[in-house]
């Protein structure tokens, strides 16, 4: 259910007010057919939202095709005109550059780049942001970006749900685990992916591709002898869409 201010609003009647891309359709589609309500202050809010999310989809997308590569934190790689290489395998934002311009060199040059899919997975919340607020705001809100394992600044408000109190929506962050992940390879203990909708999941380093493929794929890079399956578990991640929201002046493309 979608709620705007004290009124509960159906899917079509949003449908038929906004100019929605096939992502927004499923977004709004799988709102109004939960039972969990989604509140909003104002129409302006929801549009917000849908277009943060919309860029969080195309960045995952983006980022699966910008080159850059798989690696563990001990094999990261960046472009040494933006970034600084801490000693736990970080991407530190170098003195005097702008954040928004070093965000966008990942999608650039991406060849340059290798990380791990909890790297990947905070380096698509920045770009989808600036996508959404605008290189002034996002540099103002963002001036010193470190990029590691799930390390975010409190500007992006990220929280986790469970998700019997909610439901995936295109744009969340999911994470399959892999509980008999081979211990030479612990950078395969799991990947964190973005549902890009339709049923498909991202995952820096595997692909875009269904759940039971995500599954398979990891079930291969397990210890000899393991006998649980990866799964995905029941929690999502979002950014705070609320407070976002104040930084932008349109909230649609």
């Given amino acids: 259910m979608i709620k705007i201010g004290q009124s509960l609003i159906n899917g079509e ?3 038929n007010q906004l100019r929605l891309n096939q ?9 109004s057919a939960s039972q969990h309500v989604f509140s909003y202050d104002s129409l302006d809010q929801l549009k917000f939202e849908l277009k943060l999310r919309n860029d969080i989809v195309e960045t995952a997308k983006a980022l699966n095709d910008s080159g850059a590569s798989f690696a563990s934190f001990s094999r990261s790689r960046a472009n040494p005109a933006y970034w600084h290489l801490t000693d736990f395998g970080g991407f530190q934002l170098r003195y005097g550059v702008k954040p928004s311009d070093a965000i966008l060199d990942i999608f650039m040059n991406g060849s340059e780049y290798a990380f ?49 109190k909610t439901v995936i929506l295109p744009g969340d962050v999911l994470y399959f ?11 395969w203990m799991g990947e964190n992916v973005v549902y890009v909708g339709n049923g498909f999941f991202y995952g820096h380093g595997i692909g875009i591709m269904g759940a039971a493929d995500m599954i398979d794929n990891l079930n291969t890079l397990r210890k000899p002898g393991a006998r649980r399956s990866a799964y995905l578990m029941d929690r999502v991640a979002r950014p705070d869409f609320a407070s976002l929201a104040r930084y932008s002046t349109d909230s649609m493309p």
């Fill in 13 to 15: 009647t949003i449908r």
């Fill in 23 to 31: 992502t927004q359709l499923e977004i709004v589609e799988r709102m």
């Fill in 116 to 164: 791990e899919c909890s790297t990947a997975i905070i380096i698509v919340y920045y770009r989808a942001v600036l996508q959404s607020i605008g290189a002034r705001s996002f540099n103002r809100l963002f001036p010193a970006i470190l990029l590691f394992d799930g390390q975010f600044d409190e500007g992006l408000g990220l929280t986790t749900q469970d998700l019997s």
């Fill in 177 to 187: 685990d892999n509980p008999d992940y081979n211990p030479e390879t612990p950078e």
